[in-house]
């Protein structure tokens, strides 16, 4: 679900730029959200609300460097999986510190993300460390639920996974900036959930499309940024 709302999220940055017609404000993007949110979803596309969240955070190319932190998570997960297929899972996760004898396999994910993403202090640190653990807690939906799952994941598996977090890592990153709990939205949780649920789907349709598109390329840092950066482009443009 949605962050804290004891943080306010971005405010409307006052050096507008009056050539730029295309313009959207903090206010006006949280505005639409939260329209779409208080009508149950009369208000407003799925498309139009992540399209004005790009714009509003200063268009893809300073969304995309405002969440380096995104391309940099996203790589270290890709070169675990990838090294777990290449090595061996013991092996993979020795090479970051981690033993997974005689413990559980969820404490083992527990270490997995505070190895690939340690504890961090900002909001865009906690957006990144949300994102990992709803995609790691949601193991079973990709078909693994034990370190021998783990052990011998498929390159399809892989992509599942890096899609997942993908959407995750988006979604977080807007709930921090639009400072939003889903919670006192709506008429109810569960058609709050089903909106939130609606929204996350079109992240993910845009995400899946570009790794399909670059199948069995998203394995080294460039080929990951490439597709963040693309996936960033489409939904601005979309």
């Given at each position: 679900?949605?962050?804290?709302?004891?943080?306010?999220?971005?405010?409307?940055?006052?050096?507008?730029?009056?050539?730029?017609?295309?313009?959207?404000?903090?206010?006006?993007?949280?505005?639409?959200?939260?329209?779409?949110?208080?009508?149950?979803?009369?208000?407003?596309?799925?498309?139009d609300i992540i399209n004005n969240y790009i714009k509003a955070s200063g268009y893809p190319t300073n969304y995309?460097?405002?969440t380096n932190q995104n391309i940099e998570t996203l790589t270290r997960f890709s070169t675990l999986l990838t090294s777990i297929q290449d090595t061996n899972l013991i092996e993979a996760f020795n090479s970051l510190g981690i033993s997974v004898s005689n413990i559980s396999f969820e404490v083992v994910l527990s270490k997995l993300i505070n190895s690939i993403f340690p504890q961090g202090a900002t909001k865009?640190?906690?957006?990144?460390?949300?994102?990992?653990?709803?995609?790691?807690?949601?193991?079973?939906?990709?078909?693994?639920?034990?370190?021998?799952?783990?052990?011998?994941?498929?390159?399809?598996?892989?992509?599942?996974?890096?899609?997942?977090?993908?959407?995750?890592?988006?979604?977080?990153?807007?709930?921090?900036?639009?400072?939003?709990?889903?919670?006192?939205?709506?008429?109810?949780?569960?058609?709050?959930?089903a909106l939130?649920?609606?929204?996350?789907e079109y992240i993910n349709s845009n995400v899946r499309n570009e790794f399909i598109e670059n199948k069995s390329l998203?394995?080294?840092?460039?080929?990951?940024?490439?597709?963040y950066k693309e996936i960033i482009r489409d939904l601005e443009l979309k």
């Open positions: 679900m949605g962050t804290s709302n004891s943080y306010q999220g971005k405010k409307t940055n006052k050096k507008k730029n009056l050539k730029n017609l295309d313009y959207v404000s903090w206010t006006k993007a949280k505005s639409l959200m939260s329209k779409h949110l208080t009508s149950n979803g009369k208000i407003g596309k799925p498309k995309i460097k405002s865009k640190d906690a957006a990144v460390r949300h994102a990992l653990v709803h995609t790691l807690n949601k193991h079973s939906n990709f078909g693994i639920n034990n370190l021998k799952d783990f052990e011998n994941i498929t390159s399809e598996q892989i992509e599942e996974l890096l899609i997942d977090l993908s959407t995750e890592l988006i979604w977080q990153n807007m709930m921090i900036d639009y400072g939003f709990s889903f919670e006192k939205y709506g008429q109810n949780f569960s058609t709050t959930k939130e649920k609606i929204i996350l998203f394995i080294d840092k460039l080929t990951i940024k490439n597709i």
